[in-house]
């Protein structure tokens, strides 16, 4: 019992002097990382502005007196989980922007969350990027209660029921650009939820729902031919020959029994 307990003790020291992430502490993002290229929306008056692409999506952060920032996404079990980001970068309020290489913007990712730490308190937007995959876009409203901006790639959608959903309400849609703009003036929820369509799903949908009209008239209009023949043998087979006349008046049939 002794050995296994030697043995723990030993793999949890090899696991900490690792610096393995997620048990203690947290780790630096690798540089080359947070120095990759990106383009922001620095002109976004919104409190977050989020822009979806194919692979990956930029976001902006409005960001105020702090010297620190938090990034992170929630799995399906609701628990805190770090994001990747890349490509960071901050710009002050008289317009510099700043990256890893020439400043002292730095970021350390541990199990739960990703860290920007600023070189001091500041005000201004922070930016990064994030890899990404499906036509679903999900986040934390990192930015607090305020206003949010949300853009789909081009040649896609959202706002049909069953195909797309978007989450919270409240919000107003145009397009700009090719590209669908999705705004709050104010969003109190904790999280946003965007699922998307591609314009040729949209196509497929609306297809094989002409399909499945026409295969449902088609089949009402055969199940009515064949009633109206089997209602036509009965009749020629003297089946309902003692159905009453439409055109019978009950007034010529006499008093009910027992009154006559």
Not at 49 to 68: D, G, H, L, M, P
Not at 159 to 186: A, K, M
Not at 217 to 223: I, Q
Request: charged share 25%; with cysteine; aromatic share 10%.
């Amino acid at each position: 019992m002794k050995r296994r307990h030697l043995l723990l003790v030993a793999v949890l020291a090899l696991v900490a002097l690792s610096g393995c992430t997620g048990f203690f502490g947290s780790d630096e993002v690798d540089p080359e990382r947070l120095n990759e290229n990106a383009s922001y929306d620095w002109n976004t008056s919104a409190d977050g502005t989020i822009v979806i692409e194919e692979s990956k999506y930029t976001a902006v952060y409005a960001v105020e007196n702090e010297s620190s920032f938090d990034v992170y996404t929630v799995d399906g079990l609701g628990r805190e989980r770090s994001v990747p980001i890349s490509a960071l970068r901050f710009r002050y309020d008289n317009g510099t922007v700043v990256s890893a290489a020439n400043s002292s913007l730095s970021a350390s990712e541990s199990r739960q969350r990703t860290t920007v730490s600023f070189p001091a308190n500041v005000s201004g937007k922070v930016g990064y990027s994030v890899g990404r995959t499906g036509k679903r876009f999900g986040s934390p409203t990192l930015g607090g209660e305020g206003s949010y901006t949300v853009v789909l790639p081009p040649n896609t959608g959202a706002g049909i029921p069953f195909l797309s959903r978007i989450s919270p309400g409240g919000y107003e849609s145009e397009t700009v650009d090719g590209q669908q703009v999705i705004r709050w003036d104010e969003v109190t929820s904790d999280q946003i939820i965007v699922r998307y369509y591609l314009d040729r799903d949209l196509w497929l949908f609306g297809g094989l729902s002409a399909i499945a009209i026409t295969i449902g008239v088609v089949g009402t209009l055969y199940y009515y031919r064949q009633l109206q023949a089997v209602i036509r043998r009965r009749k020629e087979a003297g089946i309902d020959l003692e159905e009453e006349d439409d055109d019978d008046d009950p007034r010529d049939r006499g008093p009910p029994p027992g009154m006559r």
